[in-house]
């Protein structure tokens, strides 16, 4: 399914464990964007129910700035990512509007030349992210080709490298943010994760456990049913015994 002409990955950053005190500026949220204009899009992209990868881009709707189309193929991206990630019992990651305001600025600033494609820059965002509690990363990508494509697309590169695929799948990440930015025929991508203290701590998610946990409902059915049995028995057991008393009483 690798169809597109010509792609670029670079080795992801990371960063262990750094505490950071900055906080950053208010950000524009993404869910009314996606609720005005994408409403059949709100149980896959805001409720986290999540569906097998999507190879196209919701197309854009008249009116829309270049910054609202870049949060929600960003979020179309993340959902792929989770989707990745609940298949490797992963617990899935939080969108975050600081980081997506975070990754589209060093999405546009690659693709104009301000920096090269690089994770230039990496730990100032990770710096301005207001909740921080350990660890932060990043990947970046960037392809041409199919342009009505590119949240499945970049994503699809990051799951094909190794480096890029481990970020996606590191454990204490619990919010992230994907941005996407088309400049002439290329697109340019970055994705960000870090471990936000304020977000709570949720079991690892395993889809496969289901198939093989005992149903409570059946459980108390059983119960009921074994109950009712022994009720009834011992009435039986009462109405014999009470024949037979009266039967040795008339002899």
């Not at 169809?3 to 992801?12: A, E, G, H, N």
Request: charged share 20%; aromatic share 12%; proline share 4%.
């Amino acid at each position: 399914m690798l169809f597109y002409s010509l792609c670029f990955l670079i080795v992801p950053a990371v960063s262990k464990d750094h505490r950071y005190t900055k906080s950053s500026s208010t950000q524009i949220t993404s869910d009314g964007v996606i609720r005005q204009y994408y409403p059949e899009l709100v149980d896959s992209l805001i409720n986290g129910i999540y569906s097998l990868p999507e190879e196209k881009d919701p197309v854009r709707k008249a009116g829309m700035s270049d910054f609202e189309y870049s949060a929600v193929r960003g979020r179309v991206a993340i959902k792929l990512t989770n989707t990745f990630r609940v298949k490797n019992k992963l617990s899935p990651v939080h969108w975050s509007d600081a980081f997506h305001t975070e990754c589209y600025g060093h999405a546009e600033n690659m693709s104009k030349g301000v920096y090269p494609f690089s994770h230039t820059g990496f730990s100032e965002r990770c710096a301005r992210y207001p909740n921080p509690r350990g660890s932060c990363g990043e990947n970046v990508a960037m392809q041409t080709g199919s342009r009505d494509q590119r949240a499945w697309m970049c994503v699809d590169q990051w799951l094909h490298s190794d480096l890029h695929r481990a970020n996606i799948l590191t454990a204490a990440f619990n919010a992230g943010s994907v941005a996407i930015y088309d400049y002439d025929s290329a697109g340019y991508e970055c994705q960000m994760f870090i471990d936000d203290k304020t977000i709570t701590e949720e079991a690892p998610i395993d889809p496969s456990a289901a198939k093989g946990a005992f149903d409570p409902y059946v459980l108390t059915w059983l119960l009921g049913s074994i109950g009712l049995v022994v009720i009834f028995g011992v009435l039986i057991f009462i109405a014999v015994f009470c024949t037979c008393r009266k039967l040795n009483t008339k002899k």
